[in-house]
């Protein structure tokens, strides 16, 4: 009988939780304390760090003894400015050939417009100025019948104008031949290939006739290759079947130098170079 109410005495204790209250109110006490001492400046390590910036950017150092040495102060020259290599000197003979190729050309591009104004109003021909040449781009429907490769009578006395203009010049010329891609069998003409060769030939072979140098000529046939049109409507079939003469201007760069030269795409001399000078 004691013992039973022994234990009940000790079961009903409840002053128990005063223990954990006041463990919780030491763990609180330390917080705060912590707390206020990081948040206290050490008024003599704060000195010593400012110091230590002010010396540092002033180029002053400290010795272990509390001494300030003074860094020497490093002095950088100016950097020197580069100079370029000077170009070479321009030939003046070379100089003035070059300009004078080159109003010659000019001069040529105007007097073949004018000896083909009538056709050239009507957008047939077409003749554009590069800066390696001349191009002149002719409508194969006003030289030649469909399918064929002799000259009509009103083509023969424009292309005769145009020959007396390049007579007396020494430019190269390359004449050439160009179709849409419709194919062609014929006993002549098996296909478009040579249709657009002797297109070519036939038009050489009238420049040789009224004056032109054989050795300045080339004759070229490229059928369909090189279309400037869609091949899909008549329109752009119309403006692929047609002859180019190119009369190329050699001229010196006027730089005298012997780098390589890119060659625009768009340029029609472009078409005529071998592929290891086009760029």
């Known amino acids: 009988m004691r ?34 001492s990081l948040s206290s400046v050490n008024e003599g390590k704060y000195r010593v760090l400012s110091d230590s910036l002010v010396q540092a950017f002033r180029n002053v150092n400290i010795n272990d003894s509390g001494e300030q040495i003074v860094l020497p102060k490093v002095s950088i020259a100016p950097s020197q400015p580069i100079t370029r290599p000077a170009p070479p000197a321009v030939d003046p003979a070379v100089e003035q050939r070059r300009q004078q190729a080159a109003q010659r050309m000019r001069s040529m ?106 050795p300045r000529l080339t004759a070229a046939g490229y059928a369909d290759q090189r279309p400037v049109a869609d091949n899909a409507d008549e329109e752009g079939r119309g403006r692929n079947r047609r002859v180019t003469i190119l009369i190329e201007s050699r001229v010196a760069d006027p730089e005298g130098q012997a780098g390589p030269t890119t060659i625009p795409p768009d340029d029609p001399i472009r078409s005529i170079l071998p592929e290891d000078l086009q760029g």
């Open 3 to 36: 013992r039973r109410r022994k234990l009940d005495e000790e079961h009903d204790n409840h002053e128990r939780w005063l223990v954990s209250y006041a463990d919780f109110i030491t763990l609180l006490f330390a917080f705060f304390v912590v707390m206020y």
């Open 109 to 214: 591009a105007d007097e073949i417009r004018r000896v083909l104004s009538p056709l050239t109003g009507s957008g047939q021909v077409n003749v554009t100025e590069g800066a390696f040449g001349v191009s002149v781009e002719i409508n194969a429907s006003l030289l030649f019948a469909p399918g064929e490769a002799a000259l009509g009578s009103n083509a023969v006395s424009a292309l005769q104008a145009v020959a007396q203009v390049l007579a007396p010049a020494e430019f190269p010329i390359t004449v050439e031949g160009h179709t849409d891609n419709v194919p062609i069998s014929t006993f002549r003409f098996p296909s478009n290939w040579e249709l657009s060769a002797v297109r070519a030939s036939t038009v050489a072979r009238l420049f040789i006739d009224n004056g032109v140098a054989p």
